[in-house]
């Protein structure tokens, strides 16, 4: 009897303990079918400390937690590795988690198009846009270059001759926010010698002048042209941004050259998240856009305003992927 009443507790506590994960794990849904998180909602950075997508999954957690906008915490946790593929094969292995989610920016189009990962943007689920970041070309400061032209005009009579440095592998956001600007000058991009430094050897490359031009984000140079070390000779967006130091660098456009490149960053779901708490999360993310503590943000870091909801987002990236995936085949670098 004892054996038998022992087996039925056990039962009970295993479909008990189920019960109770299954809840925790899926969050709370109201009558009318509205979702709410019930436990913390972990954010991955897909690379180290720092950085774009650190900072980003960083500032987002402190602003939905310090404004009270999500009432659970929102950890961030980074997961370094092949250009992002390590962290993106984590969140994958999270399948249909309502508390997962991962910061992604052109890496997760240009890596899986370029063959470094079995995993790509629509392997997830997007559930907002939040910025426009942008690219940065850099030379040391007594380099004889001034502005974009005087680089072009020298890579159109020979591209090789001048050598271009990046974190991102080939074929990835570095290398092709330079290659986009580069061709609509007229540089035969096929022939740009690229270097690929992942350990973000870059800026010491350039200021030791072993390599020329730095491709790099718009944020990682201010303190280095506030110190007099570095000039930018162009940025990729649209118009010139806002900001101490920020507003002297000429874009691309300005001199000429009708092409840009956003680096958008925005929040992605594992695969199969539950529609209603992509909802809930949109919301969330509309909020914190229109929020000042994130103005403040994005004006420390030089961001532009590039909220999109999750259909926006999701239509957003099949035409970014085209776009690449063109450019890539373009260079040899596409996936066969």
């Known amino acids: 009897m004892k054996k038998i009443l022992g087996t039925a507790a056990a039962f009970m506590m295993l479909l008990t303990a189920g019960c109770s994960s299954q809840s925790s794990s899926g969050g709370n849904t109201s009558e009318n079918g509205e979702w709410t998180p019930s436990q913390p909602i972990e954010i991955t950075a897909p690379a180290g400390p720092g950085g774009g997508w650190d900072t980003t999954a960083r500032m987002a957690s402190q602003v939905f937690e310090q404004e009270k906008i999500i009432d659970k915490r929102l950890p961030v946790v980074n997961k370094a590795g092949g250009g992002g593929a390590i962290g993106w094969a984590y969140v994958a292995g999270k399948e249909g988690s309502p508390h997962h989610m991962f910061v992604g920016s052109p890496p997760l189009v240009l890596v899986p198009l370029n063959g470094q990962s079995e995993y790509g943007y629509d392997d997830f689920t997007p559930i907002a846009n939040v910025i426009a970041d942008y690219g940065a070309f850099v030379v040391k400061a007594d380099a004889k270059w001034d502005n974009l032209n005087d680089l072009f005009e020298d890579m159109k009579k020979d591209p090789a001759s001048v050598s271009v440095i990046g974190t991102s592998s080939p074929g990835s956001m570095d290398h092709m926010q330079f290659v986009k600007i580069a061709k609509a000058a007229g540089v035969d991009v096929t022939k740009i010698k690229y270097i690929s430094d992942p350990d973000a050897g870059?800026?010491?490359?350039?200021?030791?002048?072993?390599?020329?031009?730095?491709?790099?984000?718009?944020?990682?140079?201010?303190?280095?042209?506030?110190?007099?070390?570095?000039k930018v000779?162009?940025?990729?967006?649209?118009?010139?941004?806002?900001?101490?130091?920020?507003?002297?660098?000429?874009?691309?456009?300005?001199?000429?050259?009708?092409?840009?490149?956003?680096?958008?960053?925005?929040?992605?779901?594992?695969?199969?998240?539950?529609?209603?708490?992509?909802?809930?999360?949109?919301?969330?993310?509309?909020?914190?856009?229109?929020?000042?503590?994130?103005?403040?943000?994005?004006?420390?870091?030089?961001?532009?305003?590039?909220?999109m909801d999750s259909e926006e987002y999701s239509e957003f990236l099949k035409i970014e992927a085209e776009d690449m995936e063109t450019l890539l085949e373009e260079l040899g670098l596409a996936r066969n």
């Open 233 to 307: 000779l162009g940025i990729t967006s649209e118009e010139r941004l806002e900001g101490e130091v920020l507003s002297d660098f000429p874009t691309a456009k300005e001199q000429g050259i009708d092409e840009t490149f956003i680096n958008w960053r925005g929040f992605f779901g594992p695969p199969n998240m539950d529609p209603a708490a992509v909802e809930y999360y949109e919301q969330k993310f509309k909020e914190l856009n229109d929020s000042p503590a994130w103005d403040e943000i994005r004006k420390k870091y030089g961001w532009g305003e590039l909220y």
């Open 202 to 230: 870059g800026l010491t490359a350039v200021l030791n002048g072993s390599v020329d031009v730095y491709t790099t984000g718009v944020a990682e140079t201010i303190e280095q042209v506030r110190a007099g070390k570095i």
